[in-house]
């Protein structure tokens, strides 16, 4: 079976700027999730999708980051406007259904570099 | 909370044994373990569910001992392949994982 698709697998902005991520969850998976993974450090959740509501997004900085995830499938992330720390991969990963006895599947990641 | 792992880093030689561990100051639900090669998507290695059940590769063992709120992953007869960083993802109820900050291994011939 396919893997989850991402892209674009490089950015880079200048700082203020907007960008966007897409992902494209594995077939079937009903959850979706959406981390930030700065060099040298494990991922971070930001958003968590169940099919297409909001499972729990508390560390996504609402103020400058927006995502959804459209018919249950697939997903957008956005940067609005761009801060330099938000330089970091954006990983995103699907799993079968809710909850943590599910194994999570991760896309290549974007990662994004802020100037 | 973000759970400790340690130790920070391991240097093998191909067939050595590793022990990569995994501390949580809160009561877990579950230990998700994934290896992440570099510049790579990290890839699932093993599930370990509060009550003893375990999903994961066949090559792979870990131990999930709930009092202590904590697990250990065992890599034995290292190979190559086996390089990587290591994350550690902690559960305290069905919500979210909160990953460790990695343990990263390098495995020489």
Redesign the interface.
């Known amino acids: 079976e396919a893997g ?1 698709a991402q892209s674009p697998r490089y950015k880079i902005i200048e700082k203020r700027q907007s960008v966007a991520f897409w992902c494209n969850p594995i077939s079937g998976h009903a959850t979706l999730y959406w981390y930030q993974q700065i060099l ?6 930001l958003i ?1 999708f169940q099919n297409n509501g909001v ?2 997004d508390s560390q996504l900085p609402k103020d400058r980051f927006s995502a959804e995830r459209l018919k249950g499938v697939d997903s957008t992330l956005k940067i609005q406007p761009a801060k330099l720390e938000d330089s970091a991969v954006y ?1 995103c990963a699907s799993s079968r259904g ?12 974007t990662r994004l570099t802020v100037t | 909370q ?1 759970p400790v792992q340690s130790p920070q880093a391991v240097i093998l030689r191909e067939g050595e044994d590793a022990v990569i561990n995994c501390s949580s100051s809160k009561a877990l ?2 230990v ?1 373990w ?1 290896r992440q090669k570099h510049g ?5 290695l093993m ?1 370990l ?1 509060k009550g003893g ?1 375990q ?2 590769h066949e090559k792979i063992s870990a131990s999930f001992n709930e009092k202590k709120q904590q697990s250990s992953l065992y890599l034995t007869a290292s190979q190559l392949s086996y390089s990587g960083t290591y ?1 550690c ?1 902690t ?1 305290y ?10 343990t990263r291994l390098q495995v020489f011939p």
């Open positions: 989850v040298g450090q494990g991922p971070k959740l968590q499972v729990d990983l809710l909850g943590n006895s599910y194994e999570q599947y991760f896309g290549p990641g | 973000q639900y579950s998700h994934y790579e998507a990290p890839v699932f599930i569910l059940e999903k994961g994350f993802g559960a109820n069905t919500d979210k994982l909160i990953f460790g900050t990695g």
